[in-house]
Nanobody, 123 residues
Framework: QVQLVESGGGSVQAGGSLRLSCVVSGFTSPDYMGWFRQAPGKEREGVAA????????FYADSVKGRFTVSRDNAKNTVFLQMNSLKPEDTAMYYC?????????????????WGQGTQVAVSS
């Protein structure tokens, strides 16, 4: 049974940091993964993607230089380190497993999703 569980969300002031975690179970080997976010009234947005081995990453322009995606395959966990947070980063954040290899922020390329963790950034 595939399961993704996110944690680490919370409320911070602008300029602060948060580290999100996503524990994955039910897979026999690592897959490409991504982080997405969705704010109220907005479409889901791809934030970052990481290759199965962790050597390749890709970011949305809106978070480049502020967010870092990484993974620890020994612990089946993917991380999203978020620094210099802005109020516009406020959203529900989701991790997802890609259906095929390749770094992408297209949600249609992902077929397993977690329940999300809420991030709120105040000014």
């Amino acid at each position: 049974q595939v399961q993704l569980v996110e944690s680490g969300g919370g409320s911070v002031q602008a300029g602060g940091s948060l580290r999100l975690s996503c524990v994955v179970s039910g897979f026999t080997s690592p897959d490409y993964m991504g982080w997405f976010r969705q704010a109220p009234g907005k479409e889901r947005e791809g934030v970052a993607a990481i290759s199965a081995g962790g050597g390749g990453t890709f970011y949305a322009d809106s978070v480049k230089g502020r967010f870092t995606v990484s993974r620890d395959n020994a612990k089946n966990t993917v991380f999203l380190q978020m620094n210099s947070l802005k109020p516009e980063d406020t959203a529900m954040y989701y991790c997802a497993v890609a259906s095929r290899a390749g770094l992408s922020l297209d949600a249609l390329r992902y077929n397993y999703w977690g329940q999300g963790t809420q991030v709120a950034v105040s000014s």
